[in-house]
Every structure is written in structure tokens, then in C-alpha cells.
């Protein structure tokens, strides 16, 4: 049954990959329930992520400047406070959600929590006793959040976004993401760099290069200038007009990050590989074929939800096992079975 005329506040800070995740699902019930309002609390520049939809709109909060601290939190409260919310629901839960919830909580507004699975995602990343198999996806979480506060269940995690791959031009673009925040998330440069130099060699291959930050930007522009066929859009492109670009791709290579969840929420196919982490934690990239996955099964992996453990062995085998021909030949096989 539909909401009506209900103005929904929605949490979610950080991490980018995680907020690009919650996409999928407010734009999915909100154009399902066009007489609600949503409104999504997040940083400045994710804003693009949540565009297209009427009556999904974006709340702009800096926690790093202008909403800083307590006081600033407090100062976010009272302004959030003026768009007349009617339900709040916390995606992020974390001090800083949990604090603003409570002041509406006390304001009489209805306050809803995600659940985030914790203990399952601790039997799964445990270094003896593991147990190996799937949680139920964030993806799902942030779904069933929803659905607790009086929506029908739309299933959009089952679902895929729609994409139709051009089968017509000789050109097959792929884009390139390197880089994940944390160290047990991404495979070595050097490795990475062998990849797309042996692409380069394919005369069909367009390649573009994403990343972020000054090293990044100067890692990827340098081989730009090294081998043929190879555009770094690095530091180029604002958020919106990166994922335009993304959606215009064959295929993206990323690791577990948020690349990955960009092109997931854009409907364009991903190659990711995987270290640390492991796609039963519940982020894999929202309609994405787990064949695409590209990983090593050692015994000790995964060792951390999101990469930023130490490596309990020390060498992080779980990324150095994987080999820059391995992720060729599944890049070279895709694009014969999808594209040509």
C-alpha cells in the first residue's frame, strides 16, 4: 500500500560505495509511491547519484566543515528539521545517524534502524571456524528498512537494471578502476598496470583509466602516455559526468569499491577482483553475474568486511595469487560472449 503524502529522511554518510548502493532502491520506491517524498542525507557531491527521480530529493550535509562536530550535528538537526519530515530511516547507523535519529526520536517521529548483520559478518571473516556462505546483501538491507516502514516489497535486489550492450560499433570500451581505499582491496599496481598494457595491444580496445587524489591522477596519467588506446579521465570529470561515462562503457574492471557500485547503479557489467573481502559480505554490485567475480580461494580468506584488517598470513596471497593474464583472459572472454 502506498505512503501517502509521507516525507521520508534517509541517512546514509559514507562510505561512497555504500551510498551508491542505497540508489538503486529509494529511486525504485520512490517512483512507486510518487505521492511520498523522499529526501536523502548525504555528502555534498554524491548528490548526481540520486538525480532523475521527481520526488526524490538530496540534503547536502558537509560533516567535515559546515556541520562539524557536535554542535554541527546539532545544527544539522534544526536544519533537517525544517523540511518537515515524517519518518526518519537510518541506512548508516553509526554515532553520528544514531544521534539525529534520536533528536527526531524525541520530536515524535517514527525512527527506523537498518540492521546490519554484524555477527553473520563476523562468522564469515572469523580467522578460525569460518562460515562460509552469503548474508543477506546490503543491497537487501537497505530494502527491507524500507519496507518496515509500511511499504510493499518490491524485490529490488533480486532485479537487474536494464542494459542493452551496442553490438554494432568495432570499438569495445572498457574502464579501468585500479584503486580501493583500503590496502586488502587492492591488487597490486603493478599487476594492474600489466593489464592494461596487454589490452593496449587489441586495436579494438578503448580504454579508460578512473581514480582520484593527486598519486592516483599522476599513476594513471603516466600510463596514458605509455601505451596506445589508453584515456585517463582521472581528476578530469565531476561525479555526474563520470558516471554519464560509465554508462556509455562495455565493461568496467574494478576492485571491490566503489567504482563498482557506480557502474552497478548505471547498468553497466563489471569485472571485479577481490582480495580480503569476499562477495558473500553483502556488497557485491546491485544485478552483476557472480562469474565475473575474480578471486583466489585461500583457506584464510575473507579476512575483513572491508579490506582494512591486517593480513593474517602477511603477504595478502589472497591478491598476489591473482595474475594479470587470468583477468585478460576473463576481459578477452566477455567481451566475446556479450559484445561481438
Known sequence: MEQENNHYLIFRFSAIGDVAMTAP?????????????????????????????????????????????????????????????????????????????LLFAICFKPVIFIKKGKRDKWKLVRRFNKELKPVVPMIRRYELTIIKAGFKDLKIYESKPKRTIDKSNDVVSIGVAPFAKHKGKTWPIDSM???????SDNPKYKIYLFGGGKHEISVLSNWEQKYSGVHSVAGQLKLKEELELISRLNLM??????????????????????????????????????KNIISDDISC???????????????????????PFMVVNRIDKFIQEEVQ
Request: include cysteine; charge should be positive.
Open 25 to 101: 532502491i529509494i529511486k525504485a520506491y520512490a517512483q512507486e509511491n510518487k505521492s511520498s517524498r523522499f529526501t536523502v542525507v548525504s555528502q555534498p557531491f554524491l548528490k548526481p547519484l540520486f538525480e532523475g527521480v521527481d520526488n526524490v530529493d538530496f540534503f547536502a550535509a558537509d560533516i567535515k566543515k559546515e556541520y562539524k562536530g557536535f554542535t554541527g550535528l546539532f545544527k544539522l538537526f534544526l536544519d533537517l528539521k525544517k523540511t518537515k519530515p515524517t519518518h526518519i530511516l537510518d541506512f548508516h547507523k553509526v554515532l553520528r545517524s544514531i544521534f539525529l535519529s
Open 193 to 199: 598496470e600489466q593489464v592494461v598494457a596487454l589490452l
Open 253 to 290: 574492471l574494478t576492485m571491490d569499491s566503489a567504482n563498482m557500485h557506480f557502474a552497478s547503479g548505471v547498468g553497466t557489467p563489471v569485472i571485479s577482483i577481490w582480495g580480503a573481502t569476499h562477495h558473500y559480505a553483502g556488497f557485491y554490485g546491485w544485478g552483476q553475474d557472480e
Open 301 to 323: 580468506r575473507p579476512c575483513s568486511v572491508f579490506g582494512n584488517k591486517k593480513c593474517y598470513r602477511g603477504d595478502y596471497a589472497c591478491l598476489n595469487n591473482i595474475r
